[in-house]
C-alpha cells in the first residue's frame, strides 16, 4: 500500500475548480438518513389492453370538426380595421368595413400571399398592403390598384361568422349545421360581460365538453349531488342539453340547465339564491390541441345598474371558481374515452356523438 506524502493534498486538486455558490448549493442538499431497499416488483404489470375507440383528435388526417368557434373579443376588432388570428391550424383576419359589420376571411391575399393582417380596410373592402389589390365582402377580388383585371380565382375564403354576446364567431363549414343557443332573454334586457381567459388550455374544445355529460365529475371535482335522470338527456344532432335540480355540499340549491354544442360551447341557465344566470364557455380552436377560452355572463337588467352589476361580479366568480377546479387536471391529462361505468353513460354516449361528428377543413388550401 502506498504511503501517503504529507504534502500530497488529501483530496483532487480538481475541487477547487467547483465554483463556491455551487459547492454550498451541494452541501445544502439533503442526506438519505434511512434509505429504502426494497423490491416489490420483479415483472411489469401490464394491464389488459383497453378496448375503447378513440375520438379522432382536432386536425386528424387534416380534418376539423364543423362547429361554430369563437375567433375573438368583439372589441379587438374596431370598425374600419382589420386584426389577424390564429384558427384551425391557419390563419384569418377578421375585418370591419365602415358599416360595423364583421367578417372572417383567409389571411392571404390570393396573388402573392401577403398576409391581409398587414393591410387596411377601404370603405367595405379590405386591401392588400402589397400591391393593393382589394376585396369585398363576398370574397372576390374588386380591382388591382394596376389597374388589370381581376382573375376570378383571386377571392378569399369566407366564413360563415356572425357577432353575438361580445365575441366573434366562425363556422368550420360552407354552411352552419347548427345555431349557436341563445339565452332565454333578449339581448336588451341582459348586462352581459364576455371576458377571453389569458392562459391558452392544451387540449382540443371537445375534450373540455366532455366535461358537461361526465356526470361523475359533477359530484366528485365539483360536489354538487344530484340524481341523474337518463329520460331528461335531450339528444340532437349536434347537442345535449338536460336539466338538473341539486345542491352544493354547502347546502346551495343548484337548479341548472346545461349543455352541449357542437364541440366547442358549453352552456349554461342557471339560477342562484333564486335569481337567473347565463353563462357560456365558448371555446376558440387556435389550433390542433390548443383552445382558447372564453366566458360570457348574463344576467336580467333589473333597473338597478350597480345591483345587477354586483350580481353579475357574483355569477362569475362562482363559475371561475368552478371552472378553475377543471383547469389543472385539464392541463395536465392524456385524454382518452377509457374504462367507463354506469354512471359514465351520458359521457360514453357524448363520446358516439363526437365519433360520429361531421369533420371537414374547406378552407385549408386558403389559410394555411
Ligand atoms: S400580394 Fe396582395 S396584392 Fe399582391
Ligand atoms: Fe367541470
Redesign the pocket.
Known amino acids: 500500500m502506498a504511503k501517503q506524502n504529507d504534502e500530497q493534498p488529501a483530496t483532487s486538486t480538481a475541487i477547487d475548480a467547483v465554483p463556491p455558490e455551487l459547492a454550498e448549493r451541494l452541501r445544502a442538499l439533503p442526506v438519505l438518513a434511512s434509505p429504502v431497499d426494497h423490491m416489490e416488483q420483479k415483472r411489469a404489470i401490464v394491464p389488459a389492453a383497453r378496448r375503447a375507440e378513440p375520438v379522432p383528435a382536432e386536425g386528424a388526417d387534416g380534418l376539423f370538426t364543423q362547429s361554430w368557434f369563437p375567433i375573438c373579443l368583439a372589441t379587438e376588432v374596431a370598425t374600419g380595421s382589420i386584426q389577424g388570428f390564429d384558427f384551425l391550424d391557419g390563419r384569418v383576419v377578421v375585418w370591419r368595413g365602415e358599416d360595423g359589420r364583421a367578417h372572417v376571411t383567409s389571411a392571404f391575399c390570393p396573388h402573392l400571399g401577403a398576409s391581409l393582417e398587414a393591410g387596411d380596410v377601404v370603405g367595405q373592402r379590405v386591401r392588400c398592403a402589397f400591391h393593393h389589390w382589394e376585396y369585398g365582402t363576398d370574397g372576390r377580388c374588386a380591382k388591382t390598384a394596376i389597374g388589370d383585371t381581376p382573375p376570378p380565382s383571386a377571392c378569399l375564403f369566407v366564413f360563415p361568422s356572425m357577432e353575438r354576446y361580445g365575441l366573434i364567431w366562425a363556422f368550420n363549414g360552407i354552411e352552419p349545421l347548427y345555431a349557436v343557443p341563445r339565452f332565454p332573454l333578449a339581448a336588451e334586457k341582459m348586462l352581459i360581460k364576455t371576458i377571453a381567459l389569458p392562459d391558452l388550455m392544451p387540449v382540443d374544445p371537445w375534450v373540455q365538453c366532455c ?1 358537461t355529460p ?1 356526470i361523475q ?2 359530484k366528485t ?2 360536489r354538487i349531488h344530484f340524481d341523474e335522470d337518463a329520460s331528461n338527456m335531450q339528444w340532437r344532432d349536434h347537442s345535449l342539453m338536460y336539466e338538473f335540480e341539486g345542491f352544493f355540499d354547502s347546502g346551495t340549491a343548484a337548479s341548472w340547465q346545461v349543455g352541449v354544442f357542437g364541440t366547442s360551447l358549453y352552456y349554461q341557465s342557471a339560477y342562484l339564491d333564486g335569481r337567473w344566470f347565463g353563462f357560456m364557455v365558448p371555446m376558440g380552436l387556435v389550433r390542433p390541441g390548443m383552445t382558447r377560452n372564453y366566458m360570457v355572463l348574463a344576467v336580467e337588467k333589473t333597473g338597478d345598474t350597480a345591483a345587477d352589476r354586483e350580481f353579475l361580479e357574483q355569477c362569475l366568480l362562482t363559475e371561475v371558481g ?2 378553475g ?2 383547469t389543472h387536471i385539464m392541463t395536465s391529462m392524456r385524454f382518452r374515452p377509457g374504462t367507463l361505468t354506469r354512471s359514465d353513460r351520458t359521457l360514453g354516449h357524448y363520446f358516439k356523438f363526437l365519433r360520429d361528428y361531421p369533420r371537414a377543413h374547406p378552407s385549408a388550401a386558403f389559410i394555411t
Open positions: 366535461n361526465d365529475h359533477i371535482l365539483h368552478i371552472v377546479e377543471d
